[in-house]
């Protein structure tokens, strides 16, 4: 079974700070997708990651696949309240969608 | 604009009893998925379906059951609910099993087995 972790658990930051947020794992992943999460909701997809070392932009969050394809970091500049929620990262080990291994999440709370 | 549609929304079950989560999608997409979430264990896969009439077992299907009788919809079954079984379940769908494709979620069953 391959595990992500993510880190951290919770994150309680002030509007308009910076913070990074870690997925990590000792597996390679073909790919890896971000996942935002609101209370109440199902999470939607923020991003897909293939290549390693790959950067992506959307907006003010910045995501990054490692080289090696082991781990990915989600970084927002700027944090607004719009922000909050629960941060997926999800893993592909292989040929299709059901080989996704899901992270154990980053619940993010913005204070205004 | 419906996309993924769970019902029941919330169900409180008692231990032995059992029902039946339906999965309703207006996008004719092929594939659906069940998962369940839990505190500190992300998104964990019970069942899968890459079309109608097939199911696949994920990774923590003991318990449950499935069936995709109509492409739209996809019913996972406890037969006899277990306090284990508390959890939020998730269904999800896409339209292809390339990796990559993005998979649409429900709104998610608060289920609580007592």
């Known amino acids: 079974t391959q595990l992500l972790e993510q880190s951290p658990q919770f994150l309680s930051i002030q509007e308009g700070e910076n913070l990074t947020v870690y997925c990590n794992s000792s597996?390679?992943?073909?790919?890896l997708q971000w996942y935002r999460q609101e209370p109440g909701e199902g999470p939607v997809l923020l991003v897909t990651?293939?290549?390693g070392g790959e950067v992506k932009k959307l907006k003010r969050l910045t995501f990054q696949f490692g080289d090696a394809r082991k781990d990915s970091s989600l970084h927002i500049t700027a944090a607004q309240p719009g922000d909050t929620g629960l941060y997926l990262c999800a893993g592909a080990w292989g040929f299709g969608n059901e080989k996704l291994t899901f992270g154990t999440g980053t619940r993010l709370t913005i204070i205004p | 604009n419906a996309g993924v549609t769970q019902t029941p929304k919330f169900r409180v079950l008692k231990t032995g009893q059992s029902m039946t989560l339906l999965c309703a999608q207006d996008?004719?997409?092929?594939?659906m998925y069940w998962y369940r979430q839990d505190p500190g264990m992300g998104l964990r896969l019970i069942h899968y379906?890459?079309?109608?009439?097939?199911?696949a077992k994920g990774e923590v299907p003991d318990g449950y059951n499935v069936s995709r009788l109509k492409k739209q919809n996809f019913l996972l079954g406890l037969e006899s609910a277990a306090p284990s079984q508390t959890s939020v379940y998730f269904c999800?769908?896409?339209?292809?099993?390339?990796?990559?494709?993005?998979?649409?979620f429900g709104q998610g069953t608060r289920l609580t087995v007592v």
């Open positions: 996008m004719n997409h092929e594939y």
């Open positions: 379906s890459v079309g109608e009439g097939t199911t």
């Open positions: 999800a769908s896409s339209y292809s099993r390339v990796m990559n494709t993005e998979a649409f």
């Open positions: 597996s390679v992943f073909s790919s």
């Open positions: 990651v293939v290549t």
